[in-house]
Each structure stands twice: as structure tokens, then as C-alpha cells.
């Protein structure tokens, strides 16, 4: 049986060795933001020296120069841990280093020289992904430094021979150990940082209003080969109530290693979502004016205008309006075809009675619709496909001042919805949630040829990205 953690999740993350390549980049920038943010404390010491005596020294206001890294390499270790290797970094340090000799009447003559510190280091960093109360924990405790080089340098000509030879190892020792400590500390810091951000930066994405998705995670993300997977609750969250959990049936077999990420939802978490957004009220629409007369005047109720003038009894089009909300949460059906979604609706037409003044309800109807969409994401914007619609009128009434029979009626109202009505909800899906993506920034990520499949339960988006540099960016800016 598959471990518990893929059973209670209803969406999945993974992100293949190509998309962690991507990311590999930018490791070096966050490295190089460890060096330079990394704070080197002050260090002294006392030393006694044949013949002369007992030497106090101290390393004051370290500082790091230039600094360049030549490049790094990611490894994905089986069940393991992402090692990272950082080759080459190139960096000086500058100080000041003050000494003097500790004589009997405790006078000390102190000297201060300036020095740097040329050094040339390997970084090896093995990444342990653990989780904690649902959040991804970053370990990088496995975080080693080597020396390959590890120059002195004292200012100008003051250095007096005997200094430099009995400062140099002593101050290569010491920092070799301030800078193991103080640089993996650093980018435990950053790491973990990184990851809070992801976190936060994913659950505004999939938040609305008072819709919100939890997408805390159900166990330490896995490792493989060739893909880092996390396993999310994917509780949908309304006014502060979350949904209901089912077995979500997540098996790493239904995604692929093709594309750099994958995003995994089970069928549920779109039900509790349709379901929050029929109890946030989302789920209804007026019609009037210029769309009213688009429906009615459709190219297939040519011959029928004269009936549906016995509607509006000469009432112009602005002055009605047309109400249109879903009866009960719809149903979502993911299968292989589409997304299905099975919605029962209520449409209220009000037209003024004689022509004019305020308009009464002139014919309400409600009916159970039926509609297959297929979505894409193309130039930052979705699209929604929808199918020839099965429609059911369950109920009709009318004013009684509607001289046209019930056969008559329905016959134009089920052309009307089939027709114009569903294209008129759809694309309005479509403009909100395309804007809702923008409003979140979705189009400032550089997204490669975005593939949304639906199989049966489940849906997934697939897509290449180039590196999100404003998020980096952003990352660095707001949290260092
Ligand atoms: C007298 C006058 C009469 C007038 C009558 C007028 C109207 C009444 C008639 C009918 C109304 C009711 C029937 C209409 C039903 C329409 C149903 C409908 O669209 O569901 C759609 C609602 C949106 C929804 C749920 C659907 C399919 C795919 C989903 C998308 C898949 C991917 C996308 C993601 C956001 C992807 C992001 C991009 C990636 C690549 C980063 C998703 C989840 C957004 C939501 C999408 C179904």
C-alpha cells in the first residue's frame, strides 16, 4: 500500500531534475547573499610566544570584498537528499587585526594592521526536506566548507616578519571555523526563508476572497531521482470552514517526468471549490441591454421574433433584465473528455409591464444543464471550451398577460440557453478567472506551453517555466 502520505492528499507538487536545474541557476545568487549577509564576529585571543611573552590579538570588524562563485551543481539522492555543490568561491575578506604584548605591569602596547584575506572555498550542501505541523522544513546542516586557498595579506610595509608567520595559520584557523559557522547558519537561514516564501506565495495564489485552499502538507516531501514531490491537503477553506476529506487516490504513476512541473489536483478539491463558490453567492449573473438582445435575437429565432415580441409587449431591452443563479453547488465530473459540470439554474426575466415604468417578472424557468468544458492556457489567458449542452427545463412560469404556450416557450428559451446562454456564462468564467490569474501575478511567470489534462478524478497542470526573476527578486528584497 502507498505510504499515508499520498493517500490524504488531494494536491500534489513535482518538480522535475530539469526545473531544479533551472532553479540551480540562481543558487549561486542565493549563496552569494549567505556570503554577503552572513555577519563575521569579532574574534580575540591571547598567545604566549617564546621570548616574547604573552601576545593579545583580536580580528575586528571582518568583512567580506568581491566575491565570485564559478558554478554549482544539484544531485537528487533516491529517498535521500538534494545535494548541492558550489565550486570556487572567490572571496576576500578585510579586517583589522590589533596585537600587543601582555607584559608583567599589564601594559598592553596594542598595534592595529589592516589585513585581507584571499580564499578560495568549495561549498558542499546535502538538503534534507523534512515537514513539521504541515510545513516543509529546509535542513542544511549538512553544510561543508574546504579550503583551497587561504591567503594573508597585512597592510603595507608595517608587517613585521614574525607577524605574518604567527598570525597566518592562527587566523586561517579561526576563520576557516567562523566562516563554516557563520556561512552554513546563513544559508540554513535563507533556505528555510525560501521555502516559508514558496508556501506563502502558493496559498495567496489559490486564495479569493473568503475561498481559500490549505495546502499544508501531509508528510516530508519525497526525494527521487529524477523529481522532488510534496504531497498538499488540498482542503478547500471557506469563511474559515474547510471541507470535508475523502481518499484522494494520489499514485506517483499518474504523473510523468516530461514536463519540469506538475501540479496534481484530486476531483474533490474543484466540488469544494464550485461548492464555496455557490455558498459565497459567485455562482449567479444579470443580463440586460445590449446581451439580453444578443439572446433573444439569435440567428435560429428569426422566424420567432414575433412571439418574442409578445414577451417584451414592446419593452426595450435596457429597461429588462434577466437574473440568472445555480440552484445548488454544481457538480464537477473530471474525465478523460473534459471537465463536466452539471449545474441545475434558475433564470428570472423581468420586462415592464406596459412597455415602460418598472419592470414585473414576466417568466421564470429553471433547468438542469449539463455542459462538457475543456480548458487552455494560452498568451497568459484561459480558455474554456464547452461542449453542445444537454438542457432539461424542470420548471416554467409565466405572467399571465404572455400569450404564447408552454410547447412554444420552452422551445425558444431551451434555443436561447443552448445557444447563447452557457456561451455567455462561460466566457464570463473565463474573463474572471483569467483576471483573478493576473490579479495574482500568474503572468509574471515565464510559463512554457501550459498543458491542463483532465483523466477520471483528477486534473493536472503540466508546463516548462523559464526562472521566475522577479520572485527571486522579490524574495531577496523583502526577506534580507
Ligand atoms: C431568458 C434569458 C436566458 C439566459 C440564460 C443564460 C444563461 C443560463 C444558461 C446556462 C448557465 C449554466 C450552465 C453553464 C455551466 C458552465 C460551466 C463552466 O464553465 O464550468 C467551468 C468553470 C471553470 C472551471 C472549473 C471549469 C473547467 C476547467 C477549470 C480550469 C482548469 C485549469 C484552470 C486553472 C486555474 C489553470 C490555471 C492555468 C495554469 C496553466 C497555470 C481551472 C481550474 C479554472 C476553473 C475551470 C469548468
Given at each position: 500500500?502507498?505510504?499515508?502520505?499520498?493517500?490524504?492528499?488531494?494536491?500534489?507538487?513535482?518538480?522535475?531534475?530539469?526545473?531544479?536545474?533551472?532553479?540551480?541557476?540562481?543558487?549561486?545568487h542565493v549563496i552569494q547573499t549567505a556570503f554577503q549577509h552572513a555577519d563575521y564576529p569579532d574574534i580575540k585571543g591571547e598567545k604566549s610566544v617564546r621570548f616574547?611573552?604573552?601576545?593579545?590579538?583580536?580580528?575586528?570588524?571582518?568583512?567580506?570584498?568581491?566575491?565570485?562563485?564559478?558554478?554549482?551543481?544539484?544531485?537528487?539522492?533516491?529517498?535521500?537528499?538534494?545535494?548541492?555543490?558550489?565550486?570556487?568561491?572567490?572571496?576576500?575578506?578585510?579586517?583589522?587585526?590589533?596585537?600587543?604584548?601582555?607584559?608583567?605591569?599589564?601594559?598592553?602596547?596594542?598595534?592595529?594592521?589592516?589585513?585581507?584575506?584571499?580564499?578560495?572555498?568549495?561549498?558542499?550542501?546535502?538538503?534534507?526536506?523534512?515537514?513539521?505541523?504541515?510545513?516543509?522544513?529546509?535542513?542544511?546542516?549538512?553544510?561543508?566548507?574546504?579550503?583551497?586557498?587561504?591567503?594573508?595579506?597585512?597592510?603595507?610595509?608595517?608587517?613585521?616578519?614574525?607577524?605574518?608567520?604567527?598570525?597566518?595559520?592562527?587566523?586561517?584557523?579561526?576563520?576557516?571555523?567562523?566562516?563554516?559557522?557563520?556561512?552554513?547558519?546563513?544559508?540554513?537561514?535563507?533556505?528555510?526563508?525560501?521555502?516559508?516564501?514558496?508556501?506563502?506565495?502558493?496559498?495567496?495564489?489559490?486564495?479569493?476572497?473568503?475561498?481559500?485552499?490549505?495546502?499544508?502538507?501531509?508528510?516530508?516531501?519525497?526525494?527521487?531521482?529524477?523529481?522532488?514531490?510534496?504531497?498538499?491537503?488540498?482542503?478547500?477553506?471557506?469563511?474559515?470552514?474547510?471541507?470535508?476529506?475523502?481518499?484522494?487516490?494520489?499514485?506517483?504513476?499518474?504523473?510523468?517526468?516530461?514536463?519540469?512541473?506538475?501540479?496534481?489536483?484530486?476531483?474533490?478539491?474543484?466540488?469544494?471549490?464550485?461548492?464555496?463558490?455557490?455558498?459565497?453567492?459567485?455562482?449567479?449573473?444579470?443580463?440586460?441591454?445590449?446581451?439580453?438582445?444578443?439572446?433573444?435575437?439569435?440567428?435560429?429565432?428569426?422566424?420567432?421574433?414575433?412571439?418574442?415580441?409578445?414577451?417584451?409587449?414592446?419593452?426595450?431591452?435596457?429597461?429588462?433584465?434577466?437574473?440568472?443563479?445555480?440552484?445548488?453547488?454544481?457538480?464537477?465530473?473530471?474525465?478523460?473528455?473534459?471537465?463536466?459540470?452539471?449545474?441545475?439554474?434558475?433564470?428570472?426575466?423581468?420586462?415592464?409591464?406596459?412597455?415602460?415604468?418598472?419592470?414585473?417578472?414576466?417568466?421564470?424557468?429553471?433547468?438542469?444543464?449539463?455542459?462538457?468544458?475543456?480548458?487552455?492556457?494560452?498568451?497568459?489567458?484561459?480558455?474554456?471550451?464547452?461542449?453542445?449542452?444537454?438542457?432539461?427545463?424542470?420548471?416554467?412560469?409565466?405572467?399571465?398577460?404572455?400569450?404564447?404556450?408552454?410547447?412554444t416557450l420552452k422551445h425558444i428559451l431551451e434555443k436561447i440557453v443552448s445557444v447563447a446562454g452557457i456561451r455567455e456564462v462561460v466566457s464570463r468564467f473565463e474573463?474572471?478567472?483569467?483576471?483573478?490569474?493576473?490579479?495574482?501575478?500568474?503572468?509574471?511567470?515565464?510559463?512554457?506551453?501550459?498543458?491542463?489534462?483532465?483523466?477520471?478524478?483528477?486534473?493536472?497542470?503540466?508546463?516548462?517555466?523559464?526562472?521566475?526573476?522577479?520572485?527571486?527578486?522579490?524574495?531577496?528584497?523583502?526577506?534580507?
Amino acid at each position: 500500500a502507498e505510504p499515508s502520505s499520498y493517500s490524504d492528499a488531494s494536491v500534489v507538487f513535482r518538480m522535475t531534475k530539469p526545473a531544479v536545474l533551472v532553479l540551480n541557476e540562481k543558487t549561486a545568487h542565493v549563496i552569494q547573499t549567505a556570503f554577503q549577509h552572513a555577519d563575521y564576529p569579532d574574534i580575540k585571543g591571547e598567545k604566549s610566544v617564546r621570548f616574547l611573552g604573552k601576545i593579545a590579538y583580536g580580528l575586528k570588524n571582518i568583512h567580506i570584498g568581491e566575491l565570485t562563485i564559478e558554478n554549482t551543481t544539484v544531485d537528487l539522492k533516491e529517498d535521500d537528499t538534494i545535494d548541492i555543490g558550489i565550486q570556487n568561491v572567490s572571496a576576500s575578506f578585510q579586517g583589522t587585526l590589533s596585537y600587543g604584548y601582555v607584559g608583567g605591569w599589564l601594559v598592553k602596547l596594542i598595534h592595529s594592521i589592516d589585513f585581507e584575506i584571499e580564499s578560495s572555498i568549495d561549498l558542499q550542501i546535502n538538503v534534507k526536506l523534512l515537514s513539521d505541523d504541515g510545513r516543509v522544513i529546509v535542513d542544511t546542516s549538512d553544510c561543508y566548507l574546504t579550503f583551497h586557498k587561504l591567503t594573508l595579506h597585512l597592510q603595507g610595509d608595517k608587517d613585521p616578519g614574525w607577524l605574518k608567520q604567527l598570525f597566518t595559520n592562527f587566523i586561517s584557523f579561526t576563520l576557516k571555523l567562523v566562516l563554516k559557522n557563520q556561512v552554513c547558519k546563513e544559508i540554513n537561514y535563507i533556505s528555510q526563508l525560501l521555502a516559508d516564501y514558496v508556501h506563502e506565495t502558493s496559498a495567496n495564489f489559490l486564495k479569493d476572497g473568503d475561498i481559500g485552499v490549505d495546502i499544508s502538507v501531509t508528510a516530508s516531501p519525497a526525494i527521487k531521482a529524477n523529481y522532488i514531490e510534496s504531497h498538499h491537503k488540498g482542503l478547500v477553506v471557506y469563511q474559515n470552514h474547510s471541507g470535508i476529506f475523502h481518499d484522494s487516490a494520489f499514485t506517483p504513476s499518474l504523473l510523468t517526468d516530461s514536463k519540469m512541473v506538475y501540479f496534481w489536483f484530486s476531483g474533490q478539491v474543484l466540488n469544494s471549490v464550485a461548492l464555496a463558490a455557490f455558498l459565497d453567492k459567485r455562482l449567479e449573473l444579470t443580463l440586460s441591454g445590449e446581451k439580453l438582445k444578443e439572446m433573444f435575437e439569435i440567428e435560429e429565432l428569426k422566424t420567432q421574433q414575433e412571439i418574442v415580441q409578445k414577451i417584451f409587449r414592446g419593452a426595450s431591452y435596457n429597461d429588462s433584465l434577466a437574473k440568472v443563479w445555480s440552484l445548488d453547488p454544481p457538480q464537477i465530473i473530471l474525465q478523460p473528455e473534459g471537465t463536466i459540470v452539471k449545474s441545475s439554474v434558475a433564470v428570472e426575466l423581468s420586462v415592464p409591464l406596459q412597455g415602460e415604468g418598472p419592470p414585473s417578472v414576466a417568466l421564470y424557468f429553471e433547468k438542469e444543464v449539463t455542459v462538457t468544458v475543456q480548458a487552455s492556457y494560452m498568451q497568459k489567458n484561459l480558455y474554456l471550451h464547452h461542449s453542445e449542452a444537454m438542457i432539461e427545463i424542470k420548471k416554467l412560469k409565466r405572467a399571465a398577460h404572455i400569450a404564447v404556450n408552454d410547447e412554444t416557450l420552452k422551445h425558444i428559451l431551451e434555443k436561447i440557453v443552448s445557444v447563447a446562454g452557457i456561451r455567455e456564462v462561460v466566457s464570463r468564467f473565463e474573463r474572471n478567472i483569467s483576471s483573478l490569474l493576473s490579479s495574482k501575478g500568474l503572468d509574471h511567470f515565464d510559463i512554457i506551453d501550459p498543458e491542463i489534462v483532465t483523466k477520471k478524478g483528477h486534473l493536472i497542470l503540466q508546463m516548462d517555466f523559464g526562472f521566475p526573476h522577479h520572485l527571486l527578486v522579490e524574495f531577496l528584497k523583502t526577506t534580507l
